[in-house]
């Protein structure tokens, strides 16, 4: 088994679904970190068979939306001094804001860019969202 060095202070995005790991890690932008980031690709898992983590040094924040629309097993573990001090389980956000775009071409959200496009779920098993400005439904894909 690889070893990689534990993070003294941050967090690690856990239970990652194998082939999620580098879809999130684009999507958060980590590419543009400042402190050390890693990412794990098909580590053995007892839960998943395979997953993906990734540990982010320095960082205590980020988008838990973003995270439950990718992967809703996602769990997130904030490390102070070494230690896990608080864990987090990511969920289908009910509400997004600016991470969809409408899929409908008319839709004043994508013509005006002071209009955030907002959205509400309406299917957790298909993750589709309506528009609140157009209704449009417009399923989230990573
Ligand atoms: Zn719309």
Request: charged letters at 30%; aromatic letters at 6%; proline letters at 3%.
């Given at each position: 088994?690889?070893?990689?060095?534990?993070?003294?202070?941050?967090?690690v995005?856990?239970?990652?679904?194998?082939g999620?790991?580098?879809?999130?890690?684009?999507?958060?932008?980590?590419?543009?970190?400042?402190?050390?980031?890693?990412?794990?690709?098909?580590?053995?898992?007892?839960?998943?068979?395979?997953?993906?983590?990734?540990?982010?040094?320095?960082?205590?924040?980020?988008d838990?939306?973003?995270?439950?629309?990718?992967?809703?097993?996602?769990?997130?573990?904030?490390?102070?001094?070494g230690?896990?001090?608080?864990?987090?389980?990511?969920?289908?956000?009910?509400?997004v804001?600016?991470?969809?775009?409408?899929?409908?071409?008319?839709?004043?959200?994508?013509?005006?860019?002071?209009?955030?496009?907002?959205?509400?779920?309406?299917?957790?098993?298909?993750?589709?969202?309506?528009?609140?400005?157009?209704?449009?439904?417009?399923?989230?894909?990573?």
């Open positions: 088994m690889l070893e990689v060095k534990q993070i003294q202070n941050g967090i995005i856990d239970h990652i679904k194998s999620n790991g580098l879809k999130i890690f684009n999507k958060l932008q980590l590419y543009k970190a400042e402190s050390p980031v890693v990412l794990l690709i098909n580590v053995e898992s007892k839960l998943l068979g395979k997953k993906d983590i990734i540990k982010i040094e320095n960082t205590f924040d980020v838990l939306n973003l995270l439950g629309l990718i992967d809703e097993n996602i769990s997130i573990n904030f490390i102070k001094d230690r896990v001090i608080d864990k987090k389980k990511v969920i289908i956000p009910e509400r804001t600016g991470l969809i775009t409408c899929k409908n071409p008319r839709c004043i959200t994508n013509s005006d860019d002071y209009m955030q496009p907002t959205f509400t779920l309406i299917s957790k098993e298909k993750l589709e969202y309506k528009c609140n400005f157009c209704d449009e439904i417009t399923k989230y894909k990573i």
